[in-house]
Nanobody, 113 residues
Framework: VQLQASGGGVVQAGGSLRLVCTYN??????LAWYRQTPGQERELVAS???????NYMDSVKGRFSISRDIAKNTLFLEMNNLNPDDTATYYC??????????WGQGTLVTVSS
């Protein structure tokens, strides 16, 4: 199973970006986006369960939206009203049956003030 993240870039504060993660196969119990800055631990940004229920870290609630297109094996993260604290490398993640973890490569998001 491979996950491929894209959509990162440089954006001004207040702007928006849409991250996309495609995967080649697999049925995931949970899909998520994490982010990490240098010297910091990777943190959970948003997740979506197989039921469709979603969960967000407090600092992105109301600004970010996670969604998926099951038919197209694609995960999205819509990010609005970005601020410099959102600057990080973002990783997509999938938890498959048997609690197997899969990670995509990171995509860098830089928010300038």
């Amino acid at each position: 199973v491979q996950l491929q993240a894209s959509g990162g870039g440089v954006v001004q504060a207040g702007g928006s970006l849409r991250l996309v993660c495609t995967y080649n196969r697999g049925v995931f119990m949970r899909l998520a986006w994490y982010r990490q800055t240098p010297g910091q631990e990777r943190e959970l940004v948003a997740s979506i369960a197989s039921s469709g229920s979603t969960n967000y870290m407090d600092s992105v609630k109301g600004r970010f939206s996670i969604s998926r297109d099951i038919a197209k094996n694609t995960l999205f993260l819509e990010m609005n009203n970005l601020n410099p604290d959102d600057t990080a490398t973002y990783y997509c993640y999938g938890q498959a049956l048997g609690y197997l973890d899969y990670w995509g490569q990171g995509t860098l998001v830089t928010v300038s003030s």
